[in-house]
């Protein structure tokens, strides 16, 4: 019933750039944290950088200056801006959506299904 579906992953050179999108759909009553996370081959899936509902954001010191994060509430969407890519952050990026279904407190994590981004040097 809750859908997130990921757009913008790609190849690209060193030094560039790409934006993530993602929209949440479905049965939601609230969208409150957002966020992406990454995965590179040999490694467990790590925290890119989240945003709550506030628009309050962290980031992994990796990424720190490079990317930014941002959504639009009124749309439930997040998007990535990927600036000054690096080969190290060749991975599968997955957006996550922390979602209140109904009225109550219940909060249930939604995942996206992944979108390949690969930086050459």
């Known amino acids: 019933q809750v859908q997130l579906v990921e757009s913008g992953g790609g190849l690209v050179q060193a030094g560039g750039s790409l934006r993530l999108s993602c929209t949440a759909s479905?049965?939601?009553?609230?969208?409150?944290?957002m966020g992406w996370y990454r995965q590179a081959p040999g490694k467990q899936r790590e925290l890119v950088a989240t945003?709550?509902?506030?628009?309050?954001?962290n980031y992994a010191d990796s990424v720190k200056g490079r990317f930014t994060i941002s959504r639009d509430n009124a749309k439930n969407t997040v998007d990535l801006q990927m600036n000054n890519l690096k080969p190290e952050d060749t991975a599968v990026y997955y957006c996550?959506?922390?979602?209140?279904?109904?009225?109550?407190?219940?909060?249930?994590?939604?995942w996206g299904q992944g979108t390949q981004v690969t930086v050459s040097s």
């Open positions: 996550n959506a922390r979602i209140n279904k109904d009225a109550t407190r219940t909060e249930f994590n939604y």
């Open positions: 479905g049965s939601i009553f609230r969208v409150n944290a």
């Open positions: 945003i709550t509902s506030g628009g309050s954001t």
